[in-house]
């Protein structure tokens, strides 16, 4: 039989059926699709950059850090994390959820203004901010399940209620009443004139200031230790919980894992403090925190040891670490450097 004719007497064998099995095929098809709506990364320690392309897109793993890219109708509709130790760089459509779930997770997002992403938080030590330009989520659509999370959020005019405990929140947008409740949590806050403020419970700090330099908010402050303090300089609200002004010793050595040793005090700068041999968005609020304890302690100098399985990659981290300390200590500190294999990052240890 010629080849044609072999085609033509399968066909003739199969289609019946195909045909009666077309329903399933459709659904299948329409499964297919659905599934190919998203953009689904699932993996371990690994480095990445994905176009959204106009659809939601998730990341499933540990140590990642990825970066989705788009613009307008091709920006990504949607961000899923679960797992942790991620550092995501998106780009989100109008509207988008950010939804975040498991430990030490990092988001910078940039969106067009007016787009106000939304957010859920469930887990510890998220860290999620708006990349220069772009809006921060609406404080009225957050969902905020966790501690030790570092967040800016979009008053827009409304009142807001903040709990939990070692949160760090920066907030925009002119509340109309702000409630902190918790332990130990840090607010920067602009507020309408006249706002009322409830604080309840301890060590909550507040830094505010007073839109158009309006009229004192109405204070009720009820906790040992927690404080809320009127502050007229813009600036302060840059840089939450990394400003020498704004963040205690204790917490900057909270957040920087730092251990107090003969020699000084210990501060470990994690790998994925580094993108390659580029500083990380996270790598660069870790470094402002580091700045921050340092201009604290006022110390003798500093010892930066590099490690990593690539030995020239440990010594450009080094430097990498050095030339950002020079640029933004208050003074100029002896600085000594070393490199060395091993696990990879960068410990800076604060000299006495």
Not at 39 to 57: D, F
Not at 191 to 216: F, K, Q
Not at 296 to 312: E, K, V
Request: one cysteine or more.
């Amino acid at each position: 039989m010629k080849p044609r004719a072999q085609i033509t007497s399968l066909f003739n064998r199969v289609a019946p059926v195909m045909s009666g099995m077309g329903p399933l095929i459709a659904m299948l098809l329409l499964s297919g699709a659905a599934k190919a709506e998203g953009l689904a990364i699932a993996a371990e320690a690994q480095t990445r950059t994905e176009a959204c392309g106009g659809a939601a897109a998730s990341v499933n793993g540990a140590e990642n850090v990825v970066t989705f890219t788009g613009n307008g109708k091709t920006a990504c509709t949607g961000l899923q994390i679960r797992g942790e130790n991620n550092i995501v760089i998106v780009a989100l459509a109008a509207g988008a959820l950010i939804d975040i779930e498991g430990s030490h997770n990092k988001v910078v997002f940039s969106a067009m203004r007016g787009a106000l992403p939304r957010l859920r938080v469930s887990g510890s030590f998220a860290d999620v901010r708006p990349a220069s330009g772009s809006p921060a989520p609406s404080a009225e659509t957050a969902v905020l399940l966790g501690d030790n999370a570092t967040i800016e959020l979009d008053c827009a005019s409304r009142a807001v209620t903040l709990q939990g405990n070692h949160n760090r929140f920066r907030l925009r947008g002119a509340c109309s009443a702000l409630t902190v409740r918790g332990e130990t949590n840090t607010v920067r806050a602009e507020l309408a004139p006249m706002a009322p403020v409830l604080v309840e419970g301890n060590t909550i700090s507040i830094v505010y200031t007073v839109l158009g330099g309006g009229t004192e908010p109405r204070l009720t402050v009820r906790g040992l230790g927690s404080t809320a303090v009127r502050q007229d300089r813009p600036e302060v609200l840059d840089t939450p919980g990394v400003n020498g002004a704004m963040a205690s010793v204790p917490i900057l050595m909270r957040d920087l894992n730092g251990a107090v040793m003969q020699q000084g005090t210990l501060a470990p700068l994690p790998e994925a403090v580094f993108i390659g041999t580029s500083l990380s968005p996270a790598g660069e609020a870790q470094l402002a925190r580091l700045v921050a304890l340092i201009d604290q302690i006022n110390p003798s100098g500093l010892r930066l040891t590099g490690r990593d399985a690539d030995i020239s990659v440990a010594r450009e981290h080094t430097t990498l670490v050095r030339t950002w300390l020079v640029a933004h200590t208050k003074k100029a500190l002896p600085m000594q450097e070393a490199s060395e294999v091993g696990q990879p990052g960068v410990d800076v240890m604060i000299l006495r």
